[in-house]
């Protein structure tokens, strides 16, 4: 169910007013890192961060001040296919948080000194997951997947040095409009919360010409990664199926149920292999990747890894045993799902990422599909699971392997 403000602007709304506050989700689609230039990565994310800095409307400092003093919960995200704002407050803030979001939404410039200094926080940042083996483990399993590509490249330091305030300008610009952006509004809210919305945020003057790319996606191969990881291995094993599964209903969500207690039974209880092993999916525009992650394990357990991962892929591939580990999974699914419900962010996120992932625009709709994995889903997905076209990446100290 969505609401349509006076400029255009879509609301999801998700009422349930048993619960005590309220959610504002801003979201922005078709920017994230797949959407950025490529000689310029990490665009979409340093812009997220210029949003709570000072523009020509309103400083920084009235900002956090404001959203601060008031108790309002606050944050930003980017992700590789859309960006967000979030708040959550009590009912009757509603209009202290508006207050600071139209000047936000409506700014078209940012001082110069701010920018610098926040760029170099983000510089900062790309450095601190770039030096760190398993942040950069997420980084390369993509680069492994795509190459050289929209999907593949990732943010650097050298990339983020390039960017400029007037790209970071003209890219919040080309997405604040009716095409790219939607609001999700979840929680204890009242008829008169959604007029005071359309009074401060559906009188913007937002364009209705969104912006639009085909990212493209190239072909990678497996990496041996050289850093200093005191002779741990971290190891990560991707996957690309070749089609969209979550069209009809999201699969691969589903398969993260499955295997989420297999893969630490099977790694780390039977073989002593990795502290955080991990099995997950990503759903793209017109693809689903899974990922085998393991982060870190000493090198001496290098063969027990290898009987490790070949235990794990003929539980995977066998529709039975997914089946029956689904089936397992139920009562941790219904505590999740129990979890977000209670909370008006929780569910927003969850649904921000239905709506852009899944084109499912309802949290029922969305968690009826989930639970609802037949024998012949398995199959059509273990059916595209060839793992002789998996792309692995491998970071390791010097002299592990010689490679």
Request: charged share 30%; hydrophobic share 35%.
């Amino acid at each position: 169910m969505y609401h349509i403000l006076d400029n255009g602007l879509k609301v999801y709304l998700d009422r349930d007013n048993s619960l005590r506050t309220i959610a504002l989700f801003v979201v922005f689609d078709q920017i994230g890192f797949i959407y950025d230039p490529i000689d310029k990565k990490g665009l979409s994310h340093l812009t997220e961060h210029m949003f709570f800095r000072s523009n020509e409307n309103i400083s920084g400092e009235e900002i956090l001040r404001t959203l601060s003093l008031n108790g309002i919960k606050f944050n930003a995200f980017t992700s590789n296919m859309y960006m967000g704002l979030s708040f959550e407050f009590l009912p009757n803030l509603m209009d202290k948080c508006l207050g600071v979001l139209e000047p936000i939404l409506g700014a078209r410039k940012f001082k110069d000194d701010e920018f610098e200094k926040e760029k170099t926080i983000v510089i900062t940042e790309t450095e601190m997951y770039l030096n760190d083996p398993g942040s950069r483990l997420n980084k390369e399993i993509d680069h492994a997947l795509f190459g050289d590509s929209d999907y593949g490249l990732y943010d650097t330091k050298d990339s983020v040095a390039r960017i400029t305030k007037e790209d970071v300008e003209r890219w919040k610009q080309c997405h604040t409009n009716t095409e790219n952006m939607f609001l999700i509004l979840s929680g204890n809210f009242t008829d008169e919360h959604l007029d005071l919305l359309n009074k401060t945020l559906g009188s913007l003057d937002l364009g209705n010409k969104g912006f639009k790319k085909d990212p493209k996606k190239g072909q990678g191969s497996s990496k041996f990664v050289q850093m200093d990881t005191k002779d741990q291995i971290y190891y990560g094993l991707g996957l690309r199926l070749g089609k969209k599964l979550t069209s009809v209903k999201p699969y691969t969500m589903a398969l993260d149920y499955t295997f989420f207690s297999q893969v630490p039974l099977i790694f780390r209880e039977k073989y002593g292999v990795g502290y955080y092993p991990l099995f997950e999916s990503n759903v793209l525009i017109d693809d689903s990747v899974i990922y085998l992650m393991v982060y870190g394990f000493d090198r001496s357990a290098l063969d027990k890894f290898y009987k490790a991962k070949e235990e794990f892929f003929e539980k995977a591939l066998d529709p039975d045993v997914v089946i029956k580990e689904f089936e397992n999974q139920k009562n941790q699914m219904e505590f999740d799902k129990m979890k977000t419900l209670e909370n008006p962010w929780s569910r927003c996120k969850i649904l921000a990422k239905s709506i852009i992932k899944y084109g499912i625009e309802a949290l029922d709709e969305y968690f009826n599909k989930m639970y609802s994995l037949s024998k012949d889903d398995a199959e059509e997905v273990i059916e595209l699971m060839d793992l002789d076209k998996a792309k692995e990446v491998y970071i390791y100290k010097e002299n592990i392997f010689d490679v």
